[in-house]
């Protein structure tokens, strides 16, 4: 698939069978998925816009290119892709960051809106969209149609697993974004959870279960 790219690197790897581990605790399971997102964050912003300012090194002065971070908005879907921010600000800190609030219906498991705010001018930003689980892709492809709604343009999705499932989805319905993507996974269960999966990515994060 164009514009899909799955992670192969051995410390994103290492990580992900951390996060999976049931007997993972909250704190442990944040900080992975922190670590997780810097670490996919560091290829998917490898295009990010530079802008050369001028800089006087012992010798000499010279124009040298710096990231233009207030170009870059991180966008989580709550919850879940609030755990995936702070990694991302950690490499781009003068980074906005708006929010997306989706919850999947437990019987329909079809996504429902329930907050948007995003920082203006959102169609100058690169827009990268932050969520955990791409499971059936219900969440991601409705998080970036209303950027598109709202005038986002160059938008680019990232997650830690994805199922086959909803990577074709958002793929299918979005095929202009950049998706980027730590593992894929086996298969979606009856209830839409990702097989072997970690769980309920919000929940795991937030220890409400
Ligand atoms: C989870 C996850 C994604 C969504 C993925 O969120 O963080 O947003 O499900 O599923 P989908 O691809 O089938 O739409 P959830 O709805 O459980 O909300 P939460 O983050 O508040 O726990
Ligand atoms: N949301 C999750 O948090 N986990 C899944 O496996 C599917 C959707």
Same mark, same amino acid.
């Given at each position: 698939?164009?514009?899909?790219?799955?992670?192969?690197?051995?410390?994103?790897?290492?990580?992900?069978?951390?996060?999976?581990?049931?007997?993972?605790?909250?704190? *442990?399971?944040?900080?992975?998925?922190?670590?997780?997102?810097?670490?996919?964050?560091? *290829?998917?912003?490898?295009?990010?816009?530079?802008?050369?300012?001028?800089?006087?090194?012992?010798?000499?002065?010279?124009?040298?290119?710096?990231?233009?971070?207030?170009?870059?908005?991180?966008?989580?879907?709550?919850?879940?892709?609030?755990?995936?921010?702070?990694?991302?600000?950690?490499?781009?800190?003068?980074?906005?960051?708006?929010?997306?609030?989706?919850?999947?219906?437990?019987?329909?498991? *079809?996504?429902?809106?329930?907050?948007?705010?995003?920082?203006?001018?959102?169609?100058?930003?690169?827009?990268?969209?932050?969520?955990?689980?791409?499971?059936?892709? %219900?969440? %991601?492809?409705?998080?970036?149609?209303?950027?598109?709604?709202?005038?986002?343009?160059?938008?680019?999705?990232?997650?830690?697993?994805?199922?086959?499932?909803?990577?074709? &989805?958002?793929?299918?319905?979005?095929?202009?974004?950049?998706?980027?993507?730590?593992?894929?996974? &086996?298969?979606?269960?009856?209830?839409?959870?990702?097989?072997?999966?970690? %769980?309920?990515?919000?929940?795991?994060?937030?220890?409400?279960?």
């Amino acid at each position: 698939m164009d514009n899909v790219i799955i992670m192969d690197h051995p410390l994103i790897q290492h990580k992900i069978s951390m996060l999976r581990d049931k007997n993972t605790g909250t704190n *442990e399971f944040r900080t992975l998925v922190s670590e997780i997102a810097m670490l996919e964050g560091f *290829e998917a912003l490898k295009d990010l816009p530079t802008e050369d300012v001028e800089i006087e090194t012992p010798i000499e002065t010279t124009m040298s290119p710096m990231i233009a971070g207030r170009k870059l908005a991180v966008v989580p879907i709550l919850r879940a892709g609030l755990g995936m921010v702070d990694g991302i600000l950690s490499l781009v800190p003068t980074a906005k960051v708006g929010h997306i609030g989706l919850y999947r219906d437990p019987e329909t498991h *079809e996504p429902h809106e329930y907050y948007c705010k995003l920082p203006a001018p959102i169609e100058e930003r690169t827009i990268l969209v932050v969520d955990p689980m791409l499971a059936t892709g %219900g969440s %991601g492809s409705e998080a970036v149609d209303f950027i598109k709604q709202h005038g986002g343009v160059n938008i680019k999705f990232m997650c830690i697993i994805a199922a086959p499932e909803g990577l074709e &989805r958002l793929h299918k319905d979005h095929p202009d974004i950049q998706i980027y993507v730590g593992h894929l996974d &086996r298969e979606l269960n009856e209830n839409a959870y990702i097989c072997p999966g970690l %769980g309920d990515a919000g929940d795991r994060i937030f220890g409400t279960k």
